[in-house]
């Protein structure tokens, strides 16, 4: 790691990983992950910049060579909101997770999950490897107190608007108290991602009659009655209600919400192949869809996956957003407006204080 600037590029300077953990409100970006590599990330960077301004300062690591001479053919003005630090490895997308985390210590991935830890950032952006990320984020940022475990949270579109997902994979094998917390977790990022003072938190279930689902359902229920006006919790839901203006948040094991969210982006990519399809089956259809063209691009943009930047792990001791692999510079833009939001609304101390009150409420034995 170089401590020295290059050029006039600002270099992130070594004392700074050691710094004490009094997280700085910057953003560490992983910029050598991910498909489509650095470019995209620097491009995204320098639209950022421009477009936001209140986004936070960013560091950007990964091989300094390369970096440089990005920011350089992108004209991008060095000052204190941009740093770099040098990371001379790359977790790649076919890495098996634990195995390069143990071996491959100076990836950027790594190095950016560790400006976290040491309080130099507030929040990771990275478009890569998804199993390593969140093994890495979990090992080395740890879960705030009295968290269970992180999930993992997703955004998708409804009628009328958005709701947030979760767990959308994390923990495949869930407990009751890890579907409480989650519905607190979903509550604090859905007022932070899509302005809702109390969104509506509905449960995962096979139906909205009172026991009817397996015992971790019916018992996660009772749980979430319990917490009172901590959150908005308006019951059982069924898959269909996620699309329908019923609730805002919905709270799941990560091994069905996984299956959902997946089963939801290839059913948006389906459509839109039907949809081309069927369009283009005769001159009058071409004729109409040339017409339409507006409306299929705002349909586009509302069923677009990465319109909300990705995925964040809630629930640990610092900020980590997954973005998708294949993010181009516009996603990824929309990746650091979410981190932005997110220490903006400085999110995870109020996160820690409703999981304080949801605990000792739980801890207290339920009347008879």
Not at 121 to 136: D, I, Q
Not at 222 to 232: A, S
Request: with cysteine; aromatic share 4%.
């Amino acid at each position: 790691m170089r401590s020295e600037p290059t050029g006039s590029i600002p270099v992130l300077p070594l004392q700074a990983m050691g710094s004490p953990p009094t997280a700085e409100a910057r953003i560490a970006v992983d910029a050598m992950s991910g498909d489509l590599g650095p470019v995209e990330v620097v491009a995204a960077v320098k639209l950022a910049r421009a477009a936001l301004p209140q986004l936070p300062p960013i560091t950007l690591v990964g091989d300094l060579t390369v970096l440089e001479d990005l920011l350089r053919q992108e004209q991008l003005a060095p000052d204190d909101h941009l740093l770099l630090l040098h990371a001379s490895e790359v977790i790649t997308m076919t890495d098996k997770p634990m195995q390069a985390l143990k071996r491959k210590k100076d990836a950027s991935m790594v190095r950016a999950i560790e400006l976290v830890k040491s309080g130099a950032a507030s929040v990771v952006v990275s478009c890569g490897n998804t199993g390593a990320l969140m093994a890495g984020g979990t090992l080395k940022l740890r879960t705030m107190a009295g968290v269970a475990r992180p999930a993992l949270a997703a955004i998708g579109p409804r009628r009328g608007g958005h709701f947030v997902l979760l767990d959308a994979g994390a923990n495949p094998e869930a407990k009751t108290e890890y579907l409480v917390h989650n519905a607190i977790l979903g509550s604090h990022y859905c007022r932070v991602m899509l302005g809702l003072e109390r969104p509506r938190v509905g449960l995962m279930s096979i139906g909205t009659e009172e026991g009817k689902g397996t015992a971790l359902i019916t018992e996660t229920h009772e749980q979430l009655k319990r917490l009172g006006d901590l959150i908005h919790y308006v019951g059982p839901i069924e898959g269909f209600h996620i699309f329908t203006d019923q609730v805002d948040v919905v709270v799941c094991d990560g091994f069905t919400g996984n299956i959902m969210i997946k089963s939801w982006e290839s059913l948006v990519k389906f459509f839109s192949h039907l949809l081309k399809e069927e369009l283009r089956a005769n001159p009058l259809r071409a004729a109409g869809a040339l017409l339409a063209r507006g409306a299929f691009r705002s349909l586009k943009e509302r069923m677009n996956p990465e319109r909300y930047g990705g995925a964040p792990l809630l629930g640990l001791n610092g900020n980590i957003l997954k973005a998708h692999g294949s993010s181009n510079r516009h996603a990824i833009v929309s990746a650091l407006k979410a981190a932005g939001d997110i220490l903006h609304a400085d999110m995870n101390r109020h996160i820690g204080a409703d999981i304080a009150r949801a605990n000792q409420v739980l801890a207290t034995p339920a009347a008879a």
